[in-house]
């Protein structure tokens, strides 16, 4: 086969895969972002549940979610850390 046709082939089929899923990524973005805001409002509640011992409670909000879900084990320490120091 000739050159210019495998690289003509090859071209093409990158640039279907770039248009095509295009539109894939926006939507995965959002599904990523909704398990981890799940994700974050279970860790709360399981802070929620240990804690309680200790008097540690930290409400589950959408605010809250976020900042657990997205930082993590930190996110959550870094909660606390805020509901018992400074509010």
Same mark, same amino acid.
């Given at each position: 086969m000739?050159?210019?046709? *495998? %690289?003509?082939? !090859?071209g &093409?089929?990158?640039? $279907?895969?770039?248009?095509?899923? /295009?539109?894939?990524?926006?939507?995965?973005?959002?599904?990523?972002? *909704? %398990?981890?805001? !799940?994700? &974050?409002?279970?860790? $709360?509640?399981?802070?929620?549940? /240990?804690?309680?011992?200790?008097?540690?409670?930290?409400?589950?909000?959408?605010?809250?979610?976020?900042?657990?879900?997205?930082?993590?084990?930190?996110?959550?320490? /870094?909660?606390?850390?805020?509901?018992?120091?400074?509010?």
């Amino acid at each position: 086969m000739n050159p210019v046709v *495998i %690289i003509s082939i !090859l071209g &093409g089929l990158i640039l $279907l895969l770039l248009f095509s899923g /295009a539109p894939f990524k926006p939507i995965r973005f959002v599904g990523q972002a *909704i %398990i981890k805001l !799940l994700i &974050g409002s279970l860790f $709360l509640f399981f802070l929620n549940v /240990a804690g309680n011992q200790y008097g540690i409670h930290v409400p589950i909000n959408f605010a809250t979610s976020a900042v657990s879900g997205f930082l993590g084990i930190p996110g959550m320490f /870094a909660l606390v850390a805020i509901q018992k120091w400074i509010i």
